[in-house]
Every structure is written in structure tokens, then in C-alpha cells.
């Protein structure tokens, strides 16, 4: 299985960033996915979660009406539209897949991508 995450890059406050997350070796549709963010000497933290199907989401408060994720089963992709950045929104984001979307949010997916840098400047 490989997850690559990809996207990234520096924005100015306010700005946007759309990240993607390419999976590979697995049957996508079956896979909840979530994005995790880590800011450097910080522990890493979850910031959205669909299903399988993506009929259902999920979001960290700190993201809720910003960010938007969302999938395209028939690219095997995964999507994180980020709104409105904040400084506080820098952080190295990765993505992550498992079969139920509870592993996913508590951060013990089985599989994990590659971090993509998000910089934000005020």
C-alpha cells in the first residue's frame, strides 16, 4: 500500500491550498481515509476523516467551515481544501487509510503517506 501525499507549498494568511492524497495496493472504496497535520515541536493531530463512500465526514474543531474533504473513488484520490489558512494552520500533513473510520480520527490508521509541507505567513 502506498498513500502520496502532494500539494503543499507556502500561502499568505487567507489564502488556499488544495492537497491530494494518491493511494495505491489497496481497494480505495473500502478504505476510510483522514488527514493528520504535525507543527514542528507539537504532537501530530487529526483534521478530517471521510468514508469510504464519502457520504460521511469529519473535522476538527479547528478546521470546521475552513478546510473540506473529499474523495474521488475512481481516482483513488483524497482531497483537503484548505480556506482561509491561518498561521497556526503550518504544519507537515499527511494522509491516512483504514477500515473504520474510528482508527482513522484516534490516528492508528495501518497505513500512512508521506508528509507535505503547509506554510502559512502572516
Known amino acids: 500500500v502506498q498513500l502520496q501525499a502532494y500539494g503543499g507549498g507556502l500561502v499568505q494568511a487567507g489564502g488556499s491550498l488544495r492537497l491530494s492524497c494518491a493511494a495505491s495496493?489497496?481497494?480505495?472504496?473500502?478504505?476510510?481515509m483522514g488527514w493528520f497535520r504535525q507543527a514542528p515541536g507539537k504532537e501530530r493531530e487529526f483534521v478530517a476523516a471521510i468514508s469510504g463512500s464519502g457520504g460521511s465526514t469529519y473535522y476538527a474543531d479547528s478546521v470546521k467551515g475552513r478546510f473540506t474533504i473529499s474523495r474521488d473513488n475512481a481516482k483513488n484520490t483524497v482531497y483537503l481544501q484548505m480556506n482561509n489558512l491561518k498561521p497556526e494552520d503550518t504544519a507537515v500533513y499527511s494522509c491516512?487509510?483504514?477500515?473504520?473510520?474510528?482508527?482513522?480520527?484516534?490516528?492508528?490508521?495501518?497505513?500512512w503517506g508521506q508528509g507535505t509541507q503547509v506554510t502559512v505567513s502572516s
Open positions: 495496493g489497496l481497494t480505495f472504496n473500502r478504505y476510510e
Open positions: 491516512a487509510a483504514a477500515g473504520v473510520t474510528s482508527t482513522v480520527v484516534a490516528g492508528k490508521s495501518n497505513y
